[in-house]
């Protein structure tokens, strides 16, 4: 089945960077676009980022664009989250997911299967 596994959160200062990797295995349809959420506590999951399979199209929520970039690596069914200035505020657990469908999409409902998630937690 298909199994995603997200690594590289950790705890950080305000204005240092990190890199967050989604390993897919078990993907059967082709040309999946990946996304990526975040839900702080007690905040709903909200979108992040998102990108195409060929990487010729991505999407950024408002809070996290020219500070954000999404990336991805077929060769190794991996997509990345570069993370630089993080902010307080970015403090949540980061998900990544795909979906049946090209098209990098900013709902959550969109996304077919989902990781675990990794903690980010950013302190003043």
């Known amino acids: 089945q298909v199994q995603l596994a997200e690594s590289g959160g950790g705890l950080v200062q305000a204005g240092d960077s990190l890199r967050l990797s989604c390993a897919a295995s078990?993907?059967?349809?082709?040309?999946?676009?990946t996304g990526w959420f975040r839900q702080a506590p007690g905040k709903e999951r909200e979108f992040v980022a998102a990108?195409?399979?060929?990487?010729?199209?991505?999407n950024y929520a408002d809070s996290v664009k020219g500070r954000f970039a999404i990336s991805r690596d077929n060769t190794k069914n991996t997509v990345y989250l570069q993370m630089n200035s993080l902010k307080p505020e970015d403090t949540a657990v980061y998900y990544c997911?795909?979906?049946?469908?090209?098209?990098?999409?900013?709902?959550?409902?969109?996304?077919?299967?989902w990781g675990q998630g990794t903690q980010v937690t950013v302190s003043v």
């Open positions: 078990g993907l059967t349809f082709s040309r999946p676009a």
């Open positions: 990108i195409s399979w060929s990487g010729g199209s991505t």
């Open positions: 997911a795909t979906r049946r469908g090209f098209r990098p999409l900013l709902t959550p409902d969109d996304y077919d299967y």
